[in-house]
């Protein structure tokens, strides 16, 4: 009877592992590293308008380059951003946003004072584009409008938390 036990148990243990297939067994590094590269990503405020700074900076520092042969569209073009140069009041015409039309006024009665002007990041009155505005060596304004959609298809991906 003992023998008959132990022999149906051995052959039922021998059958439900030959069952078990370990060939497929999953990579569980590959398959964390998947997981994590398909998670959900979360995109801070401030982390879009960092990388807008930064886009800003950078096309800034191309345009302004002695040996840039680029005009602006081609630059527009590169970048995918909306490029608008020129005198403040001529782009106050040109924007109908009344936010952006306020900050132009502030630019036009600065640069009449002859005060310095950094470089500034602006939020549109919907709040969907951010606006790098700087002051060109010939005083003429310079808008770069980033769209916030176009901004977080392109963040860095270390930023992302």
Same mark, same amino acid.
């Given at each position: 009877?003992? %023998?008959?036990?132990?022999?149906?148990?051995?052959?039922?243990s021998i059958l439900s592992l030959q069952s078990c297939?370990?060939? !497929? #067994?999953?990579?569980?590094? /590959? /398959?964390? %590293?998947?997981? &994590?590269? #398909?998670?959900v990503k979360r995109i801070l405020p401030q982390d879009i308008?960092?990388?807008a700074d930064t886009w800003g900076q950078e096309v800034q520092a191309m345009i302004e380059s002695?040996?840039? !042969?680029?005009s602006l569209d081609s630059i527009a073009k590169q970048f995918q951003i909306r490029i608008q140069s020129g %005198?403040?009041?001529?782009?106050k015409q040109?924007? &109908?946003? &009344? &936010?952006?039309?306020?900050?132009?006024d502030a630019l036009e009665y600065s640069l009449s004072m002859n005060q310095e002007i950094p470089p500034s990041i602006q939020k549109n009155t919907s709040g969907d584009s951010l606006f790098y505005i700087f002051i060109h060596k010939k005083q003429d304004v310079i808008l770069l409008g980033f769209s916030k959609s176009q901004i977080v298809l392109n963040i860095d991906k270390p930023l992302i938390k």
């Open positions: 009877m003992k %023998k008959s036990l132990v022999l149906t148990c051995l052959v039922l297939d370990f060939s !497929k #067994r999953i990579d569980t590094t /590959a /398959a964390v %590293k998947e997981m &994590k590269s #398909r998670q308008t960092n990388k002695p040996s840039n !042969k680029l %005198k403040a009041i001529n782009l040109q924007n &109908k946003d &009344k &936010k952006i039309q306020e900050v132009l």
